[in-house]
């Protein structure tokens, strides 16, 4: 007789405790101060999915691969432009077969001073990976990226923040020092595995701070954008200045071919004029804040 699998309602404690204990927030990192004395950090970021969100899928059609090109057509060089007319860094999330599609975007993202961090190989979801395939995925990200830019990579952020029971042992393995895909705080904080510190540090997310939740659309579901550009801009205005407030870190994730339409970029342009009104900000790379936090958290 074959034994039927536990219902959660049925587990016994160790077994619920060694789920949540796998992968847990440790301690805090936020400093007591941020470097020149800013009350606030300022940590924007872009993951460039373009076609992987089509690929991953297995999927062959024009129409959608068209949406991801825009990414690098229009969104990109529009995301840039901002950026450099303010002088603020940021941290792009390429994955692997993004940055083999547009090698000179990388570069150049890089040679302009921005990060390039690892966001997968083609957009897959980790966990529905078995661990050699996830550790192989990320070693050759890590060559890609490594090659076309010239740079190490230090940190990850998986796709759609899907993170496996597996993926914090695999990015310790790499010698990566982050990973940006989880939330249990809006300030860094040391990963733990399986209760133990691991000195890998988390650079927090949420969704509520997410470009795509609002404004993504598909014609053949009930997923439609329902959420104005302003009322959009209000809420990271609003999550930036409970940041300051509280002498914390400001983190948003934006997308290329979702943010990077002329009816919805000016929320970057609008948001970095507002944060730029605070003289006492701190605008970095993911990377950058995590080696500060690391060393004075």
């Not at 990060?115 to 192989?136: C, K, M, T, Y």
């Not at 060559?143 to 029971?165: A, E, H, Y």
């Not at 940041?243 to 934006?254: D, S």
Request: net charge negative; proline share 7%.
């Amino acid at each position: 007789m074959i034994e039927q699998p536990l219902e959660p309602w049925q587990w016994p404690e160790s077994q619920w405790r060694e789920v949540v204990n796998r992968v847990r927030a440790g301690r805090s990192l936020k400093p007591a101060t941020w470097p020149g004395g800013a009350r606030c950090a300022v940590a924007l970021s872009f993951d460039s999915d373009h076609e992987t969100n089509e690929l991953r899928e297995g999927g062959d059609s024009p129409g959608k691969l068209s949406q991801g090109q825009y990414g690098n057509r229009q969104g990109v060089p529009r995301i840039v432009e901002i950026l450099k007319r303010h002088n603020v860094p940021a941290s792009f999330y390429v994955p692997a077969v993004t940055a083999m599609l547009y090698p000179d975007e990388q570069r150049n993202l890089a040679a302009q001073g921005h990060e390039i961090g690892i966001h997968g190989w083609i957009h897959e979801r980790n966990s529905v990976l078995p661990i050699d395939a996830e550790r192989d995925l990320m070693q050759r990200s890590f060559d890609v990226l490594k090659k076309i830019t010239g740079v190490d990579p230090v940190g990850m952020r998986t796709p759609s923040w899907d993170f496996s029971p597996n993926t914090l042992r695999l990015a310790k393995e790499l010698g990566l020092i982050y990973d940006s895909s989880l939330m249990a705080d809006v300030d860094c904080y040391e990963l733990l595995m399986d209760e133990q510190p691991t000195g890998v540090v988390e650079l927090p997310v949420e969704w509520i701070r997410d470009d795509a939740v609002y404004f993504n659309m598909n014609r053949f579901a009930a997923l439609r954008p329902y959420t104005p550009p302003t009322d959009v801009f209000d809420i990271f205005k609003r999550e930036f200045d409970a940041a300051y407030a509280e002498g914390g870190l400001f983190q948003l994730t934006m997308h290329p071919h979702v943010i990077g339409y002329r009816s919805r970029v000016w929320i970057l342009d609008a948001l970095i004029r507002h944060i730029q009104q605070h003289s006492d900000v701190w605008f970095a790379t993911h990377a950058d804040i995590v080696r500060y936090v690391k060393a004075n958290g």
